[in-house]
């Protein structure tokens, strides 16, 4: 008895066909049946790569032996914490006969072939037998060197219509938005057509999970006479048989029509199509794979490129406004995902007035953030257009949100413009989280503010303006609510109390950066390895009073 010990993975299997070959020429089998027992072999093992339990592929050990049981030559799989069997293989695959038994450590799978002398010519060595024998490993080949999904399409279909010697083929695949519905993916001679399962030839086939030998389509009462009619092709006879995939999941139906030579399909093509679907269902899941792979990395690169353009349109060069000497302004965007809904912005109006908004839209991701693209790019040009009044600004806003927006998205919003000669603040405030002044002292003050609905959720709603006052020295301190949501292990809030702690912890000489870098390092120990839930904004402008010798800036 020979034996050889192998890992489950894909880089065992040369391997293991060296085995097989080496075992198979000590037996005494001749070529032909030692070529179609490695192919036996290598569709038991790829189908088993497929069927293994653990994430990531099978991690599980392989026993090779080559036994003798009687007249008969045996490969035998054992598998070594794997005791699933192949619901997808076939009984037979051409002359070798499959066995599979599960037991408590493993399964074990039997490839039994007769054993006969080198001299004796097999049956397998008929013309026919050794041409689909080729065919197969042909079949093998050419699918093992296709990746792209539409190219391998293509690939399958033009190798079961030359492997059957039949006119013309059909690949159905199970619709990923209607999996009740098959979808022709490649139809030699027609357009899409579209077969609902139990209906038709190919829905039968699909429902069923069985091969279906059709020796004279008219003759059939399921066949559809309506394609022959709209294509001009006559349809003889049909094999129509199910693409089976790992765990047992349907992947689609292949059909063949009309035999050459006037011949319907026999039970031998039905087995020789049966072996060719093993092939195709092993390349279709590996080519899927690798697409939903590369459409990954496509939206990962585009979700890559939207954070890009989406931090680009805040501003990000700090010290900011450095025209102003009277303000010292910094900011900082955290979203939950690669992009997110949050927004704030500040910019000069005239020479004597700074406007600043902080927003949190209603949702999160891409959706979100070209909504908060809309309302950054509303605000400021209404801001613009009407600088005597926020409150007529946000009125304006407001009013455009609702006429553009069909999903219904609104955003909380807290904006202001600051006079930088007195230090007040006049500001509306839409649903917002309250702010805090930060004195020069080190003391905390929460902001009692003058509240407004949320914005793009009532037109020509008319929103009220409130009023605050900042002394030299004085940090107004705004964020979103992802700050104040921000959850450690244990479910607990960071709050609005935590915000005001660690804004008095700072010390009396920190400035803007400081303030809210001291509320970014608190969140991180807060949250530690939770999941960060919403984006997180932080705006400070801090005033330091016009001086004296102050000479404005140009316009």
Not at 152 to 157: D, P
């Amino acid at each position: 008895m020979d034996a050889i010990r192998l890992s489950g993975r894909r880089d065992s299997l040369k391997s293991l066909q060296e085995f097989v070959r080496a075992a198979s020429g000590e037996f005494g089998l001749n070529d032909d049946s030692t070529g179609e027992l490695i192919l036996a072999v290598e569709e038991v093992f790829a189908s088993r790569m497929f069927h293994g339990k653990k994430e990531g592929g099978p991690k599980y050990d392989i026993l090779a032996e080559a036994l003798l049981d009687g007249n008969d030559f045996v490969i035998q799989l054992t598998e070594n914490g794997n005791s699933s069997c192949p619901e997808a293989l076939p009984a037979r695959t051409g002359a070798i006969v499959l066995q599979h038994e599960s037991t408590a450590d493993g399964s074990v799978h039997r490839l039994i072939v007769r054993r006969r002398p080198l001299s004796e010519p097999a049956a397998s060595t008929a013309p026919d037998e050794r041409r689909k024998l080729q065919t197969l490993l042909t079949v093998a080949e050419s699918l093992g060197r296709e990746i792209q999904l539409d190219a391998l399409l293509k690939l399958m279909v033009a190798e079961v219509t030359k492997a059957m010697m039949a006119e013309r083929s059909t690949l159905f695949l199970v619709d990923r938005e209607k999996p009740d519905e098959l979808v022709s993916r490649v139809a030699e001679g027609a357009k899409e057509i579209r077969v609902p399962f139990g209906v038709g030839i190919a829905g039968t086939t699909a429902r069923n999970r069985e091969t279906i030998n059709v020796p004279d389509a008219y003759q059939d009462s399921r066949f559809n006479q309506a394609f022959d009619k709209s294509s001009g092709f006559r349809t003889r006879n049909i094999l129509s048989t199910p693409l089976i995939g790992s765990n047992n999941r349907l992947i689609g139906v292949v059909q063949v029509l009309n035999k050459k030579g006037g011949e319907a399909f026999t039970r031998e093509d039905e087995r020789f199509l049966d072996s060719i679907c093993v092939h195709f269902a092993i390349a279709l899941q590996r080519a899927e794979m690798v697409e939903a792979y590369l459409r990954s990395q496509v939206v990962a690169k585009s979700l890559e490129l939207a954070r890009e353009i989406q931090m680009g349109l805040v501003p990000r060069d700090f010290p900011a406004l450095p025209d102003f000497p009277e303000i010292d302004v910094f900011a900082a965007i955290v979203p939950a995902l690669e992009v997110g809904g949050d927004l704030y912005d500040f910019f000069p109006l005239d020479r004597d007035r700074i406007c600043f908004i902080i927003g949190d839209v209603s949702d999160k991701g891409i959706p979100a953030a070209l909504f908060m693209a809309m309302v950054r790019a509303t605000f400021k040009m209404a801001a613009i257009t009407a600088p005597e009044s926020i409150a007529l600004t946000m009125n304006r806003v407001n009013q455009s949100l609702c006429e553009s927006n069909p999903q219904g998205m609104f955003v909380t919003a807290f904006a202001g413009i600051l006079d930088l000669r007195t230090g007040r603040v006049d500001y509306v405030d839409a649903g917002h989280e309250p702010p805090f002044i930060r004195s020069a002292d080190g003391t905390v003050r929460k902001v009692d503010k003058a509240g407004n609905i949320v914005l793009g959720v009532l037109p020509d709603y008319t929103f009220a303006c409130g009023e605050l006052h900042l002394a030299t020295g004085d940090n107004l301190v705004l964020y979103t609510d992802g700050v104040t949501e921000a959850m450690d292990a244990g479910q607990q809030l960071f709050g609005a109390d935590r915000v005001e702690r660690t804004l008095a912890s700072a010390g009396p000489t920190a400035d803007s950066e400081a303030a809210v870098r001291a509320l970014l390092e608190d969140l991180r120990v807060h949250v530690g390895q939770s999941h960060q839930s919403d984006d997180i904004t932080l705006l400070a402008i801090r005033y330091l009073g016009r001086p004296t010798a102050f000479t404005a800036p140009e316009a």
